[in-house]
Every structure is written in structure tokens, then in C-alpha cells.
């Protein structure tokens, strides 16, 4: 990357640390930093989406709905997450396939699973087989978000029942007695005052997502898990001009401050909103604040 | 082939004995079971181990955390800090690195890199983390007329802890430590997933699940096999749990006792 990088022989040092850092490989694992912060950018909304469709389902009135919801919810439950991460890939892209199949090869006859094989049409494929490198990683990841969105959805569900719950019922009961009908009490009462009770768990969920977010190497993403295994392993000489034994343990020490520094800012961060959104607020912590400026 | 063979060619497979060959076709629905059911015994085990060992250093890491002494609160805190704030998944990959190299320094380390004590040092000092945090909790929320119960009783040092405030710790922080158990054995998935090398195929409940959707390119069997059998130990975790909750709360009124809430929060 630097001028005098060009002779890697002549350099030592910090200088040589510089050129190394700057190859083109370690390019790839900024770029993946990028990968992950755009999968938080990405599925935390996503999630939180998930999550309000489901925390809603589940207190709806109408029983096949809630029994869907109170499902989705429980179903992270007792199972080990890591076990949905490797289940939903395949079978989301599976049932993508499928459909796809069924749409577009309505005279296919054979069975779509033969023994070991799962067995679509060629126009049914995803993506395509002819389609370029960026696509087949694009949809690649376009699988992982969404797995990361089913998952944690179920989790921001779990909150944003229990803080639906908390809202009190008093709120809901004068929205009734002012007439509001049942969609309007839900959007204009009870919808904006859950967040206050929502917040804690949904920070809390972050700092989840925060540390989820390795597992996209599992997910067979190119993430910074991959790139640290790929650029740590021994480099010979006749290989690179960058020669190094292993040095795994110190990409993975990096990767461990990294996460470290992200989580601590995030602490950060997510108290200075609490202490925002808390302020005047009529609970604990509101009361706490109040006190403590008096 | 029947069942029973399955059973005791593949009961023990993950332990190394029986059949050496993993099925290759034909997969049927009872090789499935008994390989996924054998790989639990190492989600077992490091649940287990690491749980029972952890939890003295929990204890430890959550009176440091308590102290005045800068001295001992600063190291308790940065230990908590530094396990809770990073992924367990780094966590693995770095310390299998790091055994790696002090291999080569010294043969005493030959063991750590293989995954029955190695990735146990690791759950050992994740779960001790996560529990002092708890502990440490329920350590704050002691009410305050037991300890000045305990100092009118004359009780000082360590049977006041001992008697008085150990166990109240222990009766508060229960139901949040039922809830740290169940998410160990879930992260114990994680293991042979993150460089500890599955030695001839001898892996994790997880491990075989993955080989099973890996060859059979179907995921809806062996998932929801693993998803059952991880339901149960859940269950039995809750379940035993329930009985030293009982006793830790028997003291207790009936209606001042907490059940245990099974509220499902962390994934590390």
C-alpha cells in the first residue's frame, strides 16, 4: 500500500508491521468488519420487526394466531440457538427452491428428494447456476440475515410481550372508556409507552446480537472468524512476501479486543439512552434521577 | 440391521468405542437417534464439569467483585468483563490458539488442546463469569436485616458467611442460576465448532447432527432429534434445579418462596 513497501526484505520493524497490515489480503478482513457491522445494521431492525409481528400474535385475540405466536416465541426456548443457526440455512434455502420448483416447473415429475438428493429444476436454482461470484455471496448472506432475523425475532418477541404486559392497564382502560375501539387503543396508547419497559431487554438483546454475530462463520459467510483463521495460519516464504508462523492466537486476540471495545461502547451508549428516555418517567429509575439532581 | 445393533455398534461412538466407521448410506432414522443421543454425553460432560467447577469460582469472582479493596474488586471485575463482553465462540477459537502455542513451549500443555480439558478450562471460566455476575447480584440484594441479624447474633467472619450470607445468596441468585445452567449446556454446542478438533469423528450431539444434514442434505430430521433430546436435559436441568431451590427456600413460607422462571436471555 506504501511506497516503500515494494522490497519487503528491506523492512523491519513497525515498518514492516505497516506493509503487512496494508496487503491485499488483510484488505478482505476490514472489508469483513464492514460485513458484520452491515449484518447488525440489517438485522437489528429486521429482527425488531420479527419481533413485533410475533410479541402482536401473541396477544391477539384470535386463538390460531396466538398459538402461533406464543410458538414462535417458546421455540427458542430449551433449544440451542447455534442448532437454529445451522438448521434455518438449509432449510430456508431449501424451501426457496421449492417454491421456486413449484412455480416455475409445474411438469416435473420426479420426487424433489431422491435418496441423499434434494433435486429441483435448473431454472429453480438459487441462484442461478450461472450467476456471477457477487450474487451467490449476496444470497448467501441474504440467508444469514435472514436467519439472524427468525432467531432473534423470537428473542425481541419474548421482550416485547412481557413489556406489552407491563404497560398499565389502567392506560388501556381509559383509551377504552374514551372510546377508542380495540386497533386504536393498541397503536395510540399502548404501542408508544412499551418501549420504556422494553428497552432494558432490548439492549440486553444487542449485546446478544453483538456477540452472535461470529457465528455468521458458520453460516459459511467469509467473516472476520474466516479471514482470522485464513490469514493467521503459517506463511511460507515461497508463498508470500510476508512470511510468519502462526499466528492465529493473535488474530483471535484481536478479534476478542475488538468485540470487547464494541461491547463497551455500546454499554456506553445504550446508558446514556436509558438515562434519557427514564428522565421524568414515573418508575424507579425515573424517580432515582430525580433525586439524585435534587 | 437392526436397532440393537445400531445401539451397540454407534451408543458409545462418541467416546471412541464401538463401530469406527460413521453410516455413510442408507441413513436410518435409528442411527440418527443413537448417534445424536451418544454425542450428548459430551454436552454432558462439559455441562457438568463446568458448572460444578465454575461455580466455586463464581463464589470467588462475586465476593471480589463485592470488596472494597481495589485490589481484589478491579481483577474480578475486568475477569467478568472480559468473558461477558466477548463471544464464547472467540473465546474458543483463541484459547485453542494459545494452547497451541504454549504446546510448543512446553509439553505440560499437550492435553489442553484437545477438547475434553481444554475447551473445559474455557466453558470453566465462561460460566464462572456469567454465575459471578449473578452472584454478585444477589449478593447486593441481600436484605439488610439478616446481616445485622447475623452481627447482633455475634456471627463474624467466616460463619457469618458461612451461615447467614452464603446461603442467601445462594436462595436469591437460584432461579437466575437455573437459567446459567440451561444456557451452558446449550453453549456447549459450540465447542467442536471452533477449532477443538473432533478427534475421529468423536464430536458433540451438534457434530453428528451436522454430519447427518451435511450427508443427507436434509435438515428436518436430525434438527429436531438434537432440538428433543436438548428439550429433555433442559428439562432434567430444571428439574434438579427445582429440588435444591426447594431446599435452599425451606425456610420459607409458602407464599414468599420464588419458583424458579424460566426466562431464556443469553447467548454468549
Known amino acids: 500500500m506504501f511506497a516503500y513497501c515494494s522490497d519487503p526484505t528491506t523492512l523491519d520493524g513497525f515498518t514492516w508491521l505497516s506493509c503487512y497490515l496494508t496487503t491485499g489480503k488483510h484488505m478482505s478482513i476490514y472489508w469483513a468488519v464492514g460485513t458484520v457491522l452491515l449484518l447488525l445494521a440489517i438485522t437489528a431492525p429486521t429482527a425488531l420487526a420479527f419481533g413485533f409481528a410475533g410479541a402482536s400474535a401473541a396477544r391477539s385475540a384470535i386463538a390460531p394466531l396466538r398459538w402461533i405466536g406464543k410458538t414462535y416465541i417458546a421455540i427458542v426456548r430449551g433449544i440451542p440457538d447455534i442448532a437454529f443457526f445451522l438448521f434455518f440455512v438449509i432449510a430456508l434455502d431449501q424451501a426457496f427452491e421449492y417454491l421456486r420448483h413449484k412455480v416455475k416447473c409445474p411438469d416435473w415429475d420426479e420426487p424433489i428428494r431422491q435418496g441423499n438428493d434434494f433435486v429441483v429444476c435448473t431454472a429453480a436454482k438459487l441462484p442461478l447456476g450461472n450467476a456471477p461470484q457477487w450474487v451467490h455471496e449476496t444470497y448467501g448472506f441474504f440467508l444469514a440475515v435472514l436467519t439472524f432475523a427468525i432467531v432473534f425475532g423470537a428473542f425481541a418477541a419474548n421482550v416485547l410481550f412481557g413489556a406489552m404486559r407491563a404497560v398499565p392497564k389502567g392506560q388501556l382502560e381509559t383509551a377504552e372508556a374514551y372510546g377508542m375501539n380495540q386497533r386504536q387503543t393498541f397503536w395510540r396508547v399502548l404501542v408508544p409507552q412499551m418501549w420504556v419497559y422494553a428497552l432494558p431487554g432490548l439492549s440486553n438483546l444487542w449485546m446478544v446480537l453483538i456477540k452472535a454475530t461470529p457465528l455468521l462463520f458458520l453460516l459459511g459467510v467469509e467473516d472476520i472468524v474466516y479471514w482470522a483463521r485464513e490469514l493467521g495460519g503459517a506463511k511460507q516464504p515461497q508463498f508470500t512476501d510476508y512470511p510468519h508462523p502462526d499466528w492465529r492466537m493473535w488474530y483471535f486476540g484481536a478479534l476478542l479486543i475488538f468485540y470487547l471495545c464494541f461491547t463497551k461502547v455500546s454499554e456506553v451508549v445504550l446508558d446514556r439512552i436509558m438515562a434519557r428516555l427514564t428522565h421524568g418517567q414515573a418508575t424507579a429509575a425515573g424517580e432515582r434521577q430525580r433525586k439524585a439532581a435534587a | 440391521m437392526s436397532c440393537w445393533e445400531t445401539i451397540a455398534d454407534y451408543a458409545l461412538r462418541s467416546q471412541g468405542f464401538g463401530e469406527r466407521l460413521l453410516p455413510r448410506t442408507d441413513f436410518t432414522l435409528c442411527q440418527q437417534f443413537v448417534l445424536i443421543g451418544s454425542g450428548m454425553i459430551w454436552n454432558i460432560y462439559f455441562g457438568i464439569f463446568a458448572l460444578v467447577s465454575g461455580f466455586f469460582l463464581a463464589t470467588?469472582?462475586?465476593?471480589?467483585?463485592?470488596?472494597?479493596?481495589?485490589?481484589?474488586?478491579?481483577?474480578?471485575?475486568?475477569?467478568?468483563?472480559?468473558?461477558?463482553?466477548?463471544?464464547?465462540?472467540?473465546?474458543?477459537?483463541?484459547?485453542?490458539?494459545?494452547?497451541?502455542?504454549?504446546?510448543?513451549?512446553?509439553?505440560?500443555?499437550?492435553?489442553?488442546?484437545?477438547?475434553?480439558?481444554?475447551?473445559?478450562?474455557?466453558?470453566?471460566?465462561?460460566?464462572?463469569?456469567?454465575?459471578?455476575?449473578?452472584?454478585?447480584?444477589?449478593?447486593?440484594?441481600?436484605?439488610?436485616?439478616?446481616?445485622?441479624?447475623?452481627?447482633?447474633?455475634?456471627?463474624?467472619?467466616?460463619?457469618?458467611?458461612?451461615?447467614?450470607?452464603?446461603?442467601?445468596?445462594?436462595?436469591?441468585?437460584?432461579?437466575?442460576?437455573?437459567?446459567?445452567?440451561?444456557?451452558?449446556?446449550?453453549?456447549?454446542?459450540?465447542?467442536?465448532?471452533?477449532?477443538?478438533?473432533?478427534?475421529?469423528?468423536?464430536?458433540?450431539?451438534?457434530?453428528?447432527?451436522?454430519?447427518?444434514?451435511?450427508?443427507?442434505?436434509?435438515?428436518?430430521?436430525?434438527?429436531?432429534?438434537?432440538?428433543?433430546?436438548?428439550?429433555?436435559?433442559?428439562?432434567?436441568?430444571?428439574?434438579?434445579?427445582?429440588?435444591?431451590?426447594?431446599?435452599?427456600?425451606?425456610?420459607?413460607?409458602?407464599?414468599?418462596?420464588?419458583?424458579?422462571?424460566?426466562?431464556?436471555?443469553?447467548?454468549?
Open chain 2, 60 to 268: 470467588a469472582v462475586a465476593l471480589g467483585k463485592a470488596a472494597e479493596n481495589p485490589l481484589v474488586r478491579k481483577p474480578a471485575e475486568w475477569f467478568i468483563f472480559l468473558f461477558r463482553g466477548s463471544p464464547l465462540f472467540i473465546q474458543f477459537f483463541f484459547a485453542y490458539f494459545v494452547f497451541l502455542s504454549l504446546k510448543g513451549v512446553s509439553s505440560f500443555f499437550d492435553p489442553f488442546t484437545s477438547a475434553w480439558l481444554g475447551a473445559l478450562v474455557v466453558l470453566f471460566l465462561n460460566t464462572a463469569a456469567y454465575s459471578g455476575e449473578i452472584f454478585y447480584g444477589a449478593l447486593q440484594s441481600i436484605p439488610k436485616g439478616d446481616t445485622e441479624a447475623a452481627d447482633a447474633y455475634g456471627l463474624s467472619g467466616w460463619s457469618r458467611f458461612r451461615r447467614v450470607i452464603w446461603p442467601t445468596m445462594l436462595r436469591l441468585a437460584w432461579p437466575a442460576y437455573t437459567n446459567e445452567a440451561i444456557f451452558l449446556f446449550h453453549a456447549t454446542t459450540l465447542v467442536f465448532f471452533s477449532g477443538f478438533p473432533a478427534t475421529q469423528q468423536r464430536g458433540d450431539a451438534l457434530y453428528y447432527a451436522n454430519y447427518f444434514a451435511d450427508k443427507t442434505f436434509n435438515p428436518f430430521v436430525p434438527y429436531p432429534i438434537l432440538a428433543g433430546y436438548f428439550i429433555l436435559l433442559t428439562l432434567v436441568v430444571i428439574g434438579l434445579f427445582g429440588l435444591v431451590n426447594n431446599r435452599l427456600n425451606r425456610h420459607l413460607p409458602q407464599d414468599r418462596r420464588k419458583s424458579i422462571k424460566y426466562k431464556p436471555q443469553v447467548i454468549r
